[in-house]
């Protein structure tokens, strides 16, 4: 079965400063996408970045940027420059046909 | 209208009690979920529909009953839920393009089963 790993529960940052936040997936597909997804406090759960797998190049989306190893399967999250408003909690997944594979998320706090 | 709502947001019923979730999709999506979100838990993907046909019933109870009226309303029926049953229910709708799949989600409905 398809998953997704991520290992830090929690993380915290200074304002300005950069974060990395880890995920791991398994699959068996050849063709996939990654996604990391948002979900502020106000619940509402917004796409922040993808990845096709057969791109080699790194997506990037303003001050967000993925660090993407096929071979090791790992997909971080950076931010740079953090915000306040980045605080939310962070969710990788992956995609199995038409199905979304969630991983457990990551909270995400910045302080000022 | 933002691209998927969902009433009511907060909702506490007791056991006995019947229910329904409404989700609505204003972007023309051929594709629509529900998912069951827990504390520390991955989210749980609960059923789709795909051109209202629903394709997937991850072994969901029967205390829980979807209908799909058409491509632009999901609802979720609840009937005699137990307390373990309280969560964030999260709709969302996609469009699928072969293997692409971008999901888009909804706020969510918030429910307490006392």
């Known amino acids: 079965a398809q998953t997704v790993t991520q290992s830090q529960p929690e993380m915290s940052v200074q304002e300005a400063e950069t974060v990395t936040l880890s995920c791991t997936y398994d699959?068996?597909?050849?063709?996939?996408?990654l996604f990391w997804y948002k979900q502020p406090p106000s619940r509402q759960m917004i796409l922040v970045i993808r990845?096709?797998?057969?791109?080699?190049q790194n997506a990037t989306e303003n001050r967000f940027s993925v660090n993407f190893q096929k071979a090791a399967k790992s997909f971080s999250l950076k931010i740079s420059d953090s915000q306040l408003g980045d605080t939310a909690m962070y969710f990788c997944a992956s995609q199995n046909t038409d199905k979304l594979i969630f991983g457990t998320g990551t909270r995400l706090q910045v302080f000022p | 209208e933002t691209g998927v709502t969902q009433t009511p947001r907060h909702l506490v019923m007791g056991m006995t009690n019947k229910k329904s979730l409404k989700c609505e999709q204003h972007l023309g999506h051929n594709a629509m979920y529900w998912y069951k979100q827990s504390a520390k838990k991955p989210l749980e993907l609960m059923f789709v529909y795909s051109l209202e046909e629903r394709v997937e019933n991850n072994s969901v109870p029967s205390r829980f009953s979807p209908e799909c009226p058409n491509s632009s309303h999901l609802f979720l029926h609840l009937h005699t839920l137990q307390p373990e049953d309280s969560a964030l229910y999260l709709c969302?709708?996609?469009?699928?393009?072969?293997?692409?799949?971008?999901?888009?989600f909804g706020p969510g409905t918030r429910l307490t089963v006392l």
């Open positions: 699959t068996s597909e050849n063709n996939y996408y």
């Open positions: 990845q096709e797998a057969y791109k080699q």
């Open positions: 969302a709708s996609s469009q699928i393009i072969g293997s692409y799949n971008e999901q888009f």
